[in-house]
């Protein structure tokens, strides 16, 4: 999971330049579960507010594991969102229980 959290660093990127945003996206800490957005922008909590409030935003981040999103206008304003993601040592149980396998397999006798 910490290098689907360094691809997404570049995802992210690319796709916010994509969309006509010049943001510097930077991933920190050992294990990479904290990401980064500067864009002079992110100082006004309106704009914030608009990327988090009822979008997949940070239920995308959390999914690859970040524990931390901060904002920053670049100036030394910043807005932190504390995630909660899955462990990591059961990364494959969502993905599992998705599948109906969460549970132990019952064999039966016909």
């Known amino acids: 999971m910490r290098k689907q959290r360094v691809d997404m660093q570049a995802t992210m990127d690319r796709l916010l330049l994509d969309a006509g ?3 510097e996206v930077s991933v920190t800490g050992q294990n990479k579960d904290g990401i980064i957005l500067r ?3 992110f100082g006004n909590r309106a704009v914030v507010h608009a990327m988090t409030n009822k979008t997949p935003f940070l239920d ?9 999103v901060t904002f920053s206008d670049g100036f030394g304003k910043t807005q932190d969102w504390h995630l909660v993601p899955e462990r990591e040592d059961n990364g494959g ?11 132990p397999l019952k064999l039966r006798r016909k």
């Open 21 to 23: 945003f010049d943001v």
């Open 39 to 41: 864009h002079i922008s």
């Open 60 to 68: 995308n981040l959390e999914k690859v594991g970040f524990k931390k």
């Open 93 to 103: 149980d969502r993905t599992l229980a998705g599948m109906g396998l969460d549970k």
